[in-house]
């Protein structure tokens, strides 16, 4: 809780540094101007489930697709014992508020452009991959051998995605953000 405290205290000063510094000087006028940031947020919250919808389901950049094997850790509530919900809760809320987050801030361009994947959601990766380790623990420690062979087929559908992914030209996405 002390932590948390000081988390907010510290994005509040920061905040308010940002705000003294743009008003006294006029520099970062336009990406610290946390007023039309939030109104321009605002603005957006009502468009924002295409974005939402692209992040979790659409073919192509939707996270799951991006990186098969985080789908594990929607299972990670249901495995752990009731006593570590917290472990289970923590990578799906992570996701939640970076899905909320990027799709209203980011509106039309909630897919990142014609790069590989939902670029916005890179960071939800490492904190996801600890919410599947609960079902890579009851995969590997099971008796039978299906839950290993449908891990394995997750396993080898991720590594062909990340092959193709490198071969997506780059530079169709610098065409894509030069004419938007």
Not at 11 to 20: D, F, K, N, P, S
Not at 148 to 161: E, I, W
Request: charged share 10%; aromatic share 12%.
């Amino acid at each position: 809780a002390l932590g948390a405290i000081a988390v907010v205290i510290l994005a509040g000063l920061v905040v308010i540094l940002l705000v003294t510094l743009q008003n006294q000087t006029g520099m970062l006028a336009a990406r610290y101007d946390f007023g039309l940031v939030w109104r321009r947020f605002l603005n957006r919250v009502p468009d924002a489930w295409m974005g939402v919808a692209g992040y979790l389901v659409s073919p192509g950049k939707a996270i799951w697709w991006f990186s098969p094997i985080l789908i594990l850790s929607l299972a990670a509530p249901l495995l752990l014992p009731q006593e570590r919900w917290r472990e289970s809760w923590i990578p799906l809320a992570t996701l939640a508020v970076f899905v909320a987050v990027y799709s209203t801030t980011k509106g039309e361009i909630w897919h990142g452009g014609a790069g590989w994947g939902a670029r916005f959601m890179v960071p939800t990766v490492p904190i996801l991959m600890v919410g599947t380790l609960p079902a890579l623990e009851r995969i590997i420690e099971s008796e039978h051998r299906w839950p290993r062979l449908a891990l394995l087929t997750v396993v080898l559908a991720g590594l062909v995605v990340q092959l193709v992914g490198n071969y997506v030209n780059i530079y169709s996405y610098y065409a894509h953000a030069e004419a938007s």
